[in-house]
């Protein structure tokens, strides 16, 4: 087979996206369905409007933090698709972050390159940018955040994780696994990781024999490293947030913050509560109903935290599926939000293509299509297909939880600074 050369990949993405930006283009232009996403059109407007001095909440539906309409300032300047073209470079460092982190684990360079492709050349991550939305940012900041804690410099981790938590709210979630990873992690001299620190086989957090109360466990918590990471994360998203509240009031923070974590959108979507909102919208939720649709994310994810948190990668991974097929809200935006992870525990999986590999495939992309198919005849034909779309979103909640298990079944575990030939050696020790 002829070796892969990462850099042709790479140019022939960034002309497949530059194709379709100018694709886009023309869709919009002859197409009953857009090619640009309507989110796109928000971030333009509000953008224009912070040109004309004036506050990005004006538009309604903006319900970002105003770095990102600051970051369009050239769409009203320059080319209304300057937004497109940022979000596809973004999308491309994506894909060296992702060569660049399993490199620093030790995966053969061939191995490296099919990761890449599988975020390079899945539909969903190549069209994602060139429509205008702006997730590929926050793929790229959360990869950046990895490769400095694989390297050791947590200021640089910290910084980032607190930025990109201003910009968009959902890597919050990303806190615990973080701070479990930075407890255990040992620097030397230099500031880089000491690999011998780390052990090859995965496990829950442990329960000293010693009796403990519940503060000597939450003190465990407390080291340098950790502390370092909250204090520095955590005044840089204040800092941020103090910002745009200082510019533009309570409005920024309702609209920007706030408003994500009481969302009920009774547009349908995804999720599985999606039909609950829309036919109990104009009444309003109870507390109680708004704890009750919160609870089961919150079990999963303590659950996969506390189980995998030491393999870092796989954990934000398994975290963020879960995070998504359970939420409250769900669009095909924030499958990116995992997508851009999938390549880094690739060569830690013994899931084959054929036939268990493309059973998931066709098990995740059947159950979307089929929820497709139904959001098509009510969003385009006006046809009253409320309940068939509900029970789509349940049987594609169902796919996403058996995918989710069988990654997890046929996954080998390896401490996050843990080559992938330490992960091969400990497995054949274990199975000897």
């Known amino acids: 087979m002829a070796k892969l050369d990462l850099n042709r990949l790479m140019l022939i993405s960034a002309i497949l996206r530059l194709i379709l930006v100018f ?8 197409m009953e369905v857009p090619y640009t996403d309507v989110d796109y059109l928000v971030f333009s ?6 040109a004309s001095g004036r506050s990005p909440f004006e538009r309604s539906t903006y319900r970002y933090s105003p770095l990102l309409a600051f970051l369009l300032l050239p769409n009203s300047g320059i080319h209304r698709s300057w937004g497109k073209f940022l979000f596809s470079s973004a999308d491309l460092l994506v894909g060296l972050f992702i060569d660049k982190i399993l490199k620093l684990r030790g995966v053969p ?13 899945n539909p969903f991550t190549f069209t994602i940018g060139t429509r205008g939305n702006c997730e590929p940012i926050v793929c790229a900041v959360i990869l950046w955040i990895i490769i400095s804690l694989l390297n050791g410099k947590v200021l640089q ?15 919050i979630i990303y806190a615990l696994p ?4 930075l407890c255990k992690q040992q620097l030397n ?6 690999l011998t620190q780390w052990s090859l086989k995965p496990k829950p957090i442990q329960v000293p024999t010693k009796k403990m109360g519940p503060i000597s ?7 340098k490293q950790t502390l370092l990471f909250g204090v520095i994360s955590g005044f840089t998203f204040v800092f941020l947030t103090s910002i745009f509240f200082y510019l533009y009031g309570w409005e920024f923070l309702n609209e920007a913050l706030l408003y994500h974590l009481t969302r009920t959108d009774p547009r349908h979507n995804f999720s599985i509560y999606f039909y609950h909102i829309y036919l109990n919208h104009q009444k309003g939720f109870s507390i109680g109903e708004k704890v009750v649709s919160f609870l089961p994310q919150l079990m999963v994810q303590l659950a996969l935290i506390l189980r995998f948190a030491w393999d870092l990668p796989f954990c934000l991974f398994v975290q963020t599926v879960a995070f998504v097929a359970f939420n409250k809200v769900m669009t095909a935006q924030y499958f990116v939000w995992f ?3 999938l390549p880094l525990i690739l060569p830690w999986t013994t899931l084959k293509l054929r036939w268990q590999g493309l059973i998931c495939i066709f098990a995740w992309m059947g159950s979307q299509l089929h929820w497709l198919m139904w959001a098509y005849l009510l969003e385009f034909r006006g046809k009253n297909v409320f309940l068939p779309l509900w029970m789509a979103s349940l049987l594609f909640l169902a796919s996403n939880t058996i995918v989710l298990v069988m990654i997890i079944r046929h996954h080998k575990y390896s401490a996050v600074f843990a080559s992938l030939a330490e992960a091969d050696v400990s497995k054949s020790r274990k199975v000897q």
């Open 45 to 50: 407007d509000a953008s224009a409007m912070v």
């Open 217 to 223: 466990h939450l003190m465990r918590l407390f080291t």
């Open 189 to 194: 001299s230099n500031g880089k990781p000491v």
């Open 178 to 181: 973080f701070v479990l990873v």
């Open 23 to 30: 694709y886009g283009e023309w869709q919009d232009a002859h």
């Open 339 to 341: 997508f851009c992870l």
């Open 157 to 171: 981790a910290a910084f980032l994780y607190g930025f990109i938590v201003h910009f968009r709210i959902y890597p």
């Open 109 to 121: 360079e061939n191995l490296r390159v099919w990761a890449v492709i599988s975020w390079l050349f």
